[in-house]
T-cell receptor
Framework: GENVEQHPSTLSVQEGDSAVIKCTYS??????FPWYKQELGKRPQLIIDIRSNVGEKKDQRIAVTLNKTAKHFSLHITETQPEDSAVYFCAASKGDYKLSFGAGTTVTVRA | NAGVTQTPKFQVLKTGQSMTLQCAQD?????MYWYRQDPGMGLRLIYY???????DKGEVPNGYNVSRLNKREFSLRLESAAPSQTSVYFC?????????????FGPGTRLTVL
């Protein structure tokens, strides 16, 4: 099955700095790559996603890049704010509606 | 719209006891999923139902059974609970329009097996 690896497991950044989380996947047939944010004690919620026919997607302060050749994708958060503190999960899907998740990155934004 | 709802929110079981986790969605979604979340391991798929009337195993199905009762409801049953099943369980749903897309999660059930 699909194996998704996510790095780093923890990330501490100064408020206003950028944060980058990287994921790699094993199955070249994967074509959908969402990112979920989970605040403490809450449910995961989608923040951005990208499909394999696109190399980059941006939504305000967050962006995702995809390199299909290298089988990796990354989440970029610019101008970090305290409300960005959460656990972030990457995931990959082969189009069969199942998602394989990475282990998560705990992001802490220091004031 | 309530979205995805789950009951109960918390449960404590003794080893060997059984229970059913309930999930319902009111978004008219075709697909529903059960995940478990353990520290440092992300979300792992237990079972999923691509459409009403079908269910399939995910990554970690052992010790669980599911029922897709109708389009709205998808339940997860633990027949004989074990301490290794202590976890937070999330139900999710998604539509099937234009391929895979956003999965909407319920609030979770925190299960402890003693």
């Amino acid at each position: 099955g699909e194996n998704v690896e996510q790095h780093p497991s923890t990330l501490s950044v100064q408020e206003g700095d950028s944060a980058v989380i990287k994921c790699t996947y094993s199955d070249s047939a994967s074509n959908y790559f969402p990112w979920y944010k989970q605040e403490l004690g809450k449910r995961p919620q989608l923040i951005i996603d990208i499909r394999s026919n696109v190399g980059e997607k941006k939504d305000q302060r967050i962006a995702v890049t995809l390199n299909k050749t290298a089988k990796h994708f990354s989440l970029h958060i610019t101008e970090t704010q305290p409300e960005d503190s959460a656990v972030y999960f990457c995931a990959a899907s082969k189009g069969d509606y199942k998602l394989s998740f990475g282990a998560g990155t705990t992001v802490t934004v220091r004031a | 719209n309530a979205g995805v709802t789950q009951t109960p929110k918390f449960q404590v079981l003794k080893t060997g006891q059984s229970m059913t986790l309930q999930c319902a969605q009111d978004m008219n979604h075709n697909s529903m999923y059960w995940y478990r979340q353990d520290p440092g391991m992300g979300l792992r798929l237990i079972y999923y139902s691509a459409s009403e009337g079908t269910t399939d195993k995910g990554e970690v199905p052992n010790g669980y059974n599911v029922s897709r009762l109708n389009k709205r409801e998808f339940s997860l049953r633990l027949e004989s609970a074990a301490p290794s099943q202590t976890s937070v369980y999330f139900c999710a749903s998604s539509s099937r329009l234009a391929g895979p897309n956003e999965q909407f999660f319920g609030p979770g059930t925190r299960l402890t097996v003693l």
